[in-house]
């Protein structure tokens, strides 16, 4: 007799744990239930594994939670990060625990271009996928009070693509630039040739600036900062139509007149001895590389060929003959910067 109960219990715990076996397997190993495009999530900061499987088991996307969450356990990825994940179809309970584990989140990217305006790529950033507005970013002179900046903060964060999680703030990025700017100018100026016109790092940032407006071709950047570099060495104005452009702000209209050059604003060039105040746009580290090391020579003058390189002269009368070759006789398919800026050999 105890012996048919003995096998009775036997018979129930292989069946239970079958039955067990079962549940579990197809609470991990099934696909879950999701879109043809896969499922797009947040998770919040402060949330935790067990709270977002009972939101997917609400939704019909899981079943069986306490399986994953024992799963989770026994791999010790109970732990999770916020941020907005992508859970492809055909992802089953694992993989979904995995992604979260790991901090699988989506990622996107914002590109600030050489040669924008701190405006300019304000705007690029508070306009981006996933970017959380803050108060910092309202105005220059908020971003530049949150970061720190006395003063216009032109030119003081680093062109370069830039990749965060969905609610970023357009202020982390801010910093993350800002940051990114300090570093390289740092690195560029401890490397800096000899005998050059600049007091400090934040002078060779604004001569950058120059340089990288005025350069059509990326072969011409260190010919361009010589020419600059020897100006200023001569007690030469620089006499560049980017600082005019600059310093009238709004007033530019596409079209510089004769009138702006003489308008003495603190940046044109024209008009004032030595360099603008601050740079005029966001300088790349080729371009900071370039002011720092400009290239040897006796060239004083350029003018632009219309292909977007320069013919550069040494004296007065080679640049005037130049200008009129290539300014006052303006091809129809004359352009200030190159078809596309790969050096032809």
Same mark, same amino acid.
């Given at each position: 007799?105890?012996?048919?109960?003995?096998?009775?219990l036997?018979?129930?715990?292989?069946v239970?744990?079958?039955?067990?076996?079962?549940?579990?397997?197809?609470?991990?190993?099934?696909p879950?239930?999701?879109?043809v495009?896969?499922?797009?999530?947040?998770v919040?900061?402060?949330?935790?594994?067990?709270?977002i499987l009972?939101r997917?088991e609400?939704?019909g996307?899981?079943?069986?939670?306490?399986?994953?969450r024992?799963?989770?356990?026994?791999?010790?990825?109970s732990?999770?990060?916020?941020?907005?994940?992508?859970?492809?179809?055909?992802?089953?309970?694992?993989?979904l625990?995995?992604?979260?584990?790991?901090?699988?989140?989506?990622?996107?990217?914002?590109?600030?271009?050489?040669?924008?305006?701190?405006?300019?790529a304000?705007?690029?950033?508070?306009h981006?996928?996933?970017?959380r507005?803050?108060?910092a970013?309202?105005?220059?002179a908020?971003?530049?009070?949150a970061l720190?900046?006395?003063g216009?903060?032109?030119?003081?964060?680093?062109?370069?693509?830039?990749?965060?999680?969905s609610?970023?703030?357009?202020l982390d990025?801010l910093?993350?630039?800002?940051?990114?700017?300090? +570093? #390289?100018?740092?690195?560029?100026?401890q490397q800096?040739g000899? $005998? /050059?016109?600049?007091? %400090?790092?934040?002078? *060779?940032l604004?001569?950058?600036?120059?340089v990288?407006?005025?350069?059509?071709v990326?072969?011409e950047?260190?010919?361009?900062?010589?020419?600059?570099?020897?100006?200023?060495?001569?007690?030469?104005?620089?006499?560049?139509?980017? +600082? #005019?452009?600059?310093?009238?702000?709004?007033?530019?209209?596409? $079209? /510089?007149?004769?009138? %702006?050059?003489?308008? *003495?604003?603190?940046?044109?060039?024209?008009?004032?001895?030595?360099?603008p105040?601050?740079p005029?746009?966001?300088?790349?580290?080729?371009?900071?590389?370039?002011a720092l090391?400009p290239?040897?020579?006796?060239?004083?003058y350029?003018?632009?060929?219309?292909?977007?390189?320069?013919?550069?002269?040494s004296t007065l009368?080679?640049?005037n003959?130049?200008?009129?070759?290539?300014?006052?006789k303006r091809?129809?398919?004359?352009?200030?910067?190159p078809a596309?800026?790969?050096?032809?050999?």
């Amino acid at each position: 007799m105890w012996l048919r109960g003995l096998l009775l219990l036997f018979v129930v715990a292989v069946v239970s744990g079958g039955v067990a076996f079962w549940s579990a397997q197809n609470a991990l190993v099934k696909p879950l239930t999701l879109p043809v495009d896969g499922l797009r999530m947040d998770v919040e900061s402060g949330s935790n594994l067990s709270r977002i499987l009972l939101r997917l088991e609400s939704e019909g996307v899981l079943r069986s939670p306490r399986w994953v969450r024992l799963y989770a356990r026994i791999k010790s990825q109970s732990s999770i990060h916020p941020g907005e994940y992508l859970i492809p179809a055909g992802s089953n309970a694992m993989d979904l625990v995995g992604r979260l584990n790991r901090g699988d989140v989506t990622r996107y990217r914002v590109t600030l271009v050489e040669g924008w305006t701190f405006q300019q790529a304000l705007s690029q950033i508070r306009h981006s996928n996933k970017i959380r507005q803050t108060a910092a970013g309202e105005s220059i002179a908020a971003a530049a009070q949150a970061l720190g900046i006395e003063g216009n903060p032109e030119g003081r964060i680093f062109p370069d693509t830039y990749v965060y999680r969905s609610g970023a703030s357009d202020l982390d990025l801010l910093r993350q630039a800002f940051e990114r700017m300090d +570093t #390289v100018l740092a690195e560029e100026w401890q490397q800096r040739g000899e $005998n /050059l016109p600049y007091k %400090d790092a934040y002078e *060779a940032l604004i001569m950058a600036s120059i340089v990288e407006k005025e350069t059509g071709v990326p072969w011409e950047r260190d010919e361009i900062a010589g020419v600059f570099v020897r100006r200023l060495q001569r007690g030469m104005r620089l006499q560049t139509d980017p +600082t #005019v452009i600059y310093g009238l702000g709004d007033q530019y209209d596409g $079209n /510089l007149r004769r009138a %702006d050059l003489r308008n *003495a604003t603190p940046y044109n060039t024209y008009v004032i001895g030595g360099m603008p105040p601050t740079p005029i746009a966001l300088p790349g580290r080729e371009a900071i590389h370039a002011a720092l090391h400009p290239k040897d020579g006796n060239s004083l003058y350029f003018v632009a060929k219309g292909d977007g390189s320069h013919h550069f002269s040494s004296t007065l009368n080679e640049h005037n003959r130049a200008v009129r070759e290539y300014q006052l006789k303006r091809r129809s398919d004359y352009r200030s910067s190159p078809a596309n800026n790969t050096k032809n050999d």
